[in-house]
């Protein structure tokens, strides 16, 4: 009996000797680590420039709309353009002509700003809600219909337009 708890001890000494040279060493373990964080650092800022990219596409998107119903607003109003944003939201309009959630909140990392000038002319500006991380162009929009850009400052009617 005793012999054939030695045979068991030694056999079960030897099944964990081999699991343990078997093992990672700190080399192999450093060396895959080391590799996963290269590849971080070259696809990390791949991923955040889409990011901002998909931003910017869609505040174009929304400027263009967003346009299209200043201006039926302004054929329904006898071709005056709002005077604020809330305007073309209920209850100040009757249906809505935009998402009120443009004027509360940020849509794809862009803030919009409504200027009034008189009843023939009008700004839209949005800007990036965190300059950098949201987006780096800021646009520019006015009853032209013509939207323009400009990187790192606010845009104007004399910035080019957006191709």
Same mark, same amino acid.
């Given at each position: 009996? %005793?012999?054939?708890? #030695?045979?068991?001890?030694?056999?079960?000494?030897?099944?964990?000797?081999?699991?343990?040279?078997? @093992?990672?060493?700190?080399? &192999? $373990?450093?060396? =895959?680590? +080391?590799?996963?964080? $290269?590849? =971080?650092?070259?696809?990390?800022? %791949?991923?955040? /420039?889409? /990011?901002?990219? +998909?931003? &910017?596409?869609?505040? $174009?998107?929304?400027?263009?709309?967003? @346009?299209? +119903?200043?201006?039926?607003?302004?054929?329904?109003?006898?071709?005056?353009?709002?005077?604020?944003?809330?305007?073309?939201? !209920?209850?100040?309009? %009757?249906?809505?002509?935009?998402?009120?959630?443009?004027?509360?909140? !940020?849509?794809? @990392?862009?803030? *919009?700003?409504? &200027?009034?000038?008189?009843?023939? %002319?009008? /700004?839209?500006? !949005?800007?990036?809600?965190?300059? @950098? /991380?949201?987006?780096?162009?800021?646009? *520019?929009?006015? #009853?032209?219909?013509?939207?323009?850009?400009? &990187?790192?400052?606010? !845009? +104007? #009617?004399?910035?080019?337009?957006?191709?």
């Amino acid at each position: 009996m %005793n012999n054939q708890k #030695e045979r068991f001890f030694l056999k079960r000494h030897a099944q964990l000797e081999r699991n343990f040279l078997t @093992g990672f060493t700190l080399v &192999e $373990i450093m060396v =895959a680590v +080391s590799i996963v964080l $290269i590849l =971080a650092v070259l696809v990390i800022p %791949n991923v955040l /420039r889409a /990011r901002i990219n +998909s931003n &910017e596409v869609s505040t $174009i998107s929304n400027l263009s709309s967003l @346009g299209k +119903s200043i201006q039926q607003y302004s054929m329904t109003n006898d071709y005056k353009y709002p005077q604020a944003f809330e305007d073309l939201v !209920a209850p100040n309009s %009757n249906p809505p002509y935009i998402d009120r959630d443009f004027i509360d909140n !940020a849509k794809s @990392g862009y803030l *919009y700003v409504y &200027e009034y000038q008189d009843d023939d %002319n009008f /700004r839209l500006l !949005a800007s990036p809600k965190t300059p @950098g /991380r949201t987006g780096v162009r800021y646009f *520019y929009l006015d #009853e032209t219909g013509i939207i323009r850009a400009k &990187e790192g400052g606010q !845009a +104007s #009617e004399s910035d080019p337009p957006v191709q």
